[in-house]
């Protein structure tokens, strides 16, 4: 599976210093926080709900997650640059993270 | 299959908490959020499903994901609060301070 051929929301925003791709639940409190966060920093990202899409394909997408970063893919779940990653929402790992 | 609306499901919660002598997550819009996920994922699986772990397609398959979820006494015994945040201690709750984002055991051998 090419993972960014998926329907991600595109949210436009001035920073854009890294790509960062979220794989995040739409019932999940921290997920909601993490895209608030996000976009409270106009900083420009994709993000996908998992839960919303049929099963086959977001057990493709967690297999893909699970092989490549070698962690069960917990949410929010963000790949930053298609090659670091950060799991849950602990804001200033996030900062951290993104220069923030 | 009959589906709950949000005061059925703030007053599951609010059961469980009082059962396991728990407190519930005191920022209201964080709150709020969850008890509209645990609805949300009642009223389309039929149970309610932890709102921050993803369904594995079927009930037996989330059998311990199903709220209060099978590591919800650890979880909030170490870090004070469950993983999606709704349950907190008391000792937490005392404190004043913030549920953070923990470890998903849910995969942990």
């Not at chain 1, 925003?13 to 996000?38: M, N, Q, W």
């Not at chain 2, 979820?69 to 301070?97: H, P, V």
Request: aromatic share 12%.
């Amino acid at each position: 599976m090419n993972l960014n051929e998926l329907d991600y929301q595109v949210v436009e925003g001035s920073r854009r210093d890294h790509e960062v791709v979220i794989y995040a639940l739409s019932t999940c409190g921290f997920c909601k926080r993490a895209i608030s966060f996000l976009k409270d920093k106009d900083y420009a990202f994709r993000y996908i709900h998992l839960d919303q899409i049929p099963l086959e394909t977001k057990n493709e997408i967690k297999q893909v997650l699970r092989e490549r970063f070698k962690e069960n893919p917990a949410f929010p779940f963000a790949v930053i640059d298609d090659s670091r990653h950060l799991i849950g929402f602990i804001q200033p790992d996030w900062e951290k993270t993104l220069g923030l | 299959m009959s589906e709950k609306n949000k005061e059925q499901t703030r007053l599951f919660t609010r059961m469980v908490a009082e059962k396991q002598g728990w407190k519930l997550n005191p920022d209201p819009s964080f709150y709020e959020d969850l008890v509209e996920g645990l609805m949300n994922n009642y009223n389309r699986y039929g149970y309610f499903l932890c709102p921050c772990r993803d369904s594995d397609g079927s009930r037996e398959a989330d059998k311990n994901s199903i709220c209060p979820c099978l590591w919800s006494r650890q979880d909030i015994l170490e870090y004070g609060n469950c993983f999606c945040a709704l349950y907190i201690s008391q000792s937490l709750a005392a404190s004043g301070k913030q549920p953070s984002s923990i470890p998903d055991r849910r995969y942990e051998a």
